[in-house]
């Protein structure tokens, strides 16, 4: 067997011989995005005359002739035009105040018109949104006047006015749009409408969203409530009509007999409830009669569900001729009342105040902080 002796000038003639052969990779070129970027850079529009290497862009433009791809993105990213993630941004910050410019009501109208748009466009999301933009508003603004004392303006009525319409009708949209997201733990227009006294809109909301899914259990118990609250409102009607009738012949008189000079007056009277803002009428209050008479045979109210309204847990309070409040015992009797104090008779009809003795406190501060704001705007 031959054996042939390898050189040590061997492996390098391989190596030398396979560098040769192995063709050269290209180099990776630029992105899509920057071939896009040199191509609108480099035009074929003749030179400017000011400029020897070739024509001017424009300066954003220019200042991106020389970035890759992805530095052009992160550019883009930061203009609110183009921008896929929200971050700290001047340009951006002066776009979210514009949407708050104006009063309150513009601001509001103007984030329920965009909610519209949404709620046309069936983007219930957005739609959401924008009512949701629109209450915080109005709510923010109702806080701001409870603590400044309220107003009793003209002008700020009509505003009060309009924003309470833009609320109510922002409630129902937005509780339409959780309707139809599905939604219904969150629909709460039926509610709130409710609350508000609008008794068919809330019964409208809560039928539509009854026709969607009949077994909810959230909107039958609404639907239960709207019902009580609807008889409730009929039975308050029919005692309103009542007391109508009554008050049409009620006046202050002398009984039994006019003419005869011992007979004694009887006033007309009305209980008024603050707190619950309903009231009872007394067609005729003999002022020989102490209150405790009435009360005995009015309370309990029906509609006093906690039990606050007793006559041994109630407090009774008329209004002074100087605006203020004097504490009624219930055992005076009428005579005494009208005769040893500074009240009097208004349209010939004697006005009781009747509180629960645990809130008496804060409604006479109430009562106290409405009367100063009444003399500071007369």
């Given at each position: 067997?031959k054996?042939?002796?390898?050189?040590?000038?061997?492996?390098?003639?391989?190596?030398?011989?396979?560098d040769?052969a192995?063709p050269?990779?290209?180099?990776p070129?630029?992105?899509?995005?920057t071939q896009?970027?040199?191509n609108?850079?480099?035009?074929?529009?003749?030179?400017?005359?000011d400029?020897s290497?070739?024509?001017?862009?424009?300066?954003?433009?220019?200042?991106m002739?020389n970035k890759?791809?992805?530095?052009i993105l992160?550019?883009?990213?930061?203009?609110?035009l183009?921008?896929?993630?929200?971050?700290?941004?001047?340009d951006?910050?002066?776009l979210?105040?514009l949407?708050y410019?104006?009063?309150?009501?513009?601001?509001a109208?103007?984030?329920?018109?965009?909610?519209?748009?949404?709620f046309r466009?069936k983007g219930?999301?957005?739609?959401?949104?924008f009512?949701?933009?629109?209450?915080?508003?109005?709510?923010?603004?109702?806080?701001?006047?409870?603590?400044?004392?309220?107003?009793?303006?003209?002008e700020?009525?009509?505003?009060?006015?309009?924003?309470?319409?833009?609320?109510?009708?922002c409630?129902?949209n937005r509780?339409a749009?959780?309707?139809?997201?599905?939604?219904?733990?969150?629909?709460?227009?039926?509610k709130?409408?409710?609350?508000?006294g609008?008794?068919?809109?809330?019964?409208?909301?809560?039928a539509?969203?009854?026709a969607?899914?009949p077994?909810?259990k959230?909107?039958?118990?609404?639907a239960?409530?709207i019902i009580?609250?609807n008889e409730?409102l009929?039975?308050?009607?029919k005692i309103?009509l009542?007391?109508e009738q009554?008050?049409e012949d009620?006046?202050?008189?002398m009984?039994?007999?006019?003419?005869?000079?011992?007979?004694?007056?009887?006033?007309p009277?009305?209980?008024?409830?603050?707190?619950?803002?309903?009231s009872?009428?007394?067609?005729?209050?003999?002022?020989?009669?102490p209150?405790?008479?009435?009360?005995?045979?009015?309370?309990?109210?029906?509609?006093d569900?906690?039990?606050?309204?007793?006559?041994?847990?109630v407090?009774?309070?008329?209004?002074?001729?100087?605006g203020?409040?004097?504490k009624?015992g219930?055992?005076?009797?009428?005579?005494?009342?009208?005769?040893?104090s500074?009240?009097e008779v208004?349209?010939?009809?004697?006005?009781?105040?009747?509180?629960?003795?645990s809130?008496?406190?804060?409604?006479?501060?109430?009562?106290?902080t409405?009367?100063?704001a009444?003399k500071?705007?007369g």
């Open positions: 067997m054996i042939e002796e390898l050189s040590d000038d061997f492996q390098e003639s391989v190596q030398i011989s396979e040769v192995q050269q990779l290209p180099k070129g630029p992105d899509l995005l896009a970027m040199m609108a850079f480099s035009s074929n529009q003749p030179p400017h005359p400029s290497a070739g024509p001017q862009v424009p300066p954003g433009m220019a200042a002739r890759s791809g992805a530095e992160a550019e883009l990213n930061k203009s609110p183009f921008m896929t993630d929200l971050e700290e941004n001047d951006l910050e002066a979210k105040a949407a410019e104006g009063s309150p009501g513009e601001v109208a103007n984030f329920k018109e965009r909610g519209n748009e949404s466009e219930w999301r957005d739609a959401k949104e009512y949701g933009k629109a209450i915080e508003v109005l709510l923010i603004e109702v806080r701001r006047r409870q603590k400044e004392g309220g107003s009793t303006k003209d700020d009525q009509d505003q009060v006015k309009k924003e309470v319409g833009i609320l109510e009708a409630l129902v509780g749009c959780h309707l139809e997201l599905g939604n219904y733990r969150s629909c709460t227009s039926a709130a409408l409710l609350s508000l609008k008794i068919v809109e809330a019964d409208d909301a809560c539509r969203g009854l969607i899914d077994e909810n959230a909107l039958r118990a609404i239960r409530e009580k609250r409730e009929s039975k308050r009607k309103d009542k007391r009554q008050m009620a006046k202050i008189e009984v039994p007999d006019p003419t005869d000079p011992i007979s004694t007056i009887s006033f009277a009305i209980l008024l409830y603050p707190l619950h803002l309903e009872d009428f007394i067609k005729a209050f003999n002022e020989t009669e209150l405790c008479h009435h009360l005995s045979y009015i309370l309990p109210l029906p509609w569900v906690e039990g606050e309204y007793t006559p041994n847990t407090e009774c309070y008329m209004e002074t001729t100087t203020g409040l004097l009624v219930k055992n005076a009797i009428l005579l005494k009342i009208l005769t040893a500074n009240v208004v349209d010939e009809i004697v006005k009781i105040f009747v509180v629960p003795k809130k008496s406190a804060s409604w006479i501060q109430e009562f106290k409405k009367k100063a009444e500071m705007s």
